[in-house]
C-alpha cells in the first residue's frame, strides 16, 4: 500500500531495507510482494540498483563509522525522481 505511490510500486524504505539487508534479512512478506514486482519493473529494479549502488560504496568506505551515515540528500531526490516521474524526459536508449 503506497501514499502517494504509484499503485503497485515497492515503497522505497521497502527497496532500502532489500538493499541494505539482502535478500536475507528483509522480512520474507516484503520479499514475498518485492520479490515478483521487481521481476516485473524495470522502474523499481532501477531504484534498487541505485540503492544497491549508495550501500556497496558505503560498505566500500575505509572508515567503518561512516556506514551508518545517510547518503546525501541529491542522491535520494534523484532515486525519488526517477520513481516518480513516468514521463520524464530520461535519455533515449531503452532496455
Ligand atoms: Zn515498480
Do not use: N
Not at 503497485?8 to 520474507?28: M, N, R, T, Y
Not at 519493473?41 to 549508495?54: E, F, I, M, Q
Request: aromatic share 2%; glycine share 8%.
Amino acid at each position: 500500500m503506497g501514499e502517494g505511490y504509484g499503485p503497485g510500486h515497492v515503497p522505497p524504505d521497502d527497496l532500502a531495507s532489500i538493499a541494505l539487508d539482502g535478500a536475507q534479512a528483509a522480512p520474507a512478506e516484503l520479499l514475498a510482494e518485492a520479490l515478483p514486482h521487481l521481476a516485473d519493473c524495470r522502474r523499481c529494479r532501477d531504484v534498487l540498483a541505485g540503492l544497491l549502488l549508495v550501500v556497496a560504496a558505503a560498505r566500500a568506505a575505509p572508515s567503518g563509522e561512516d556506514l551508518l551515515v545517510a547518503p546525501p540528500a541529491r542522491v535520494w531526490r534523484d532515486i525519488l525522481a526517477h520513481h516518480r516521474g513516468p514521463s520524464a524526459p530520461t535519455s533515449a536508449h531503452k532496455e
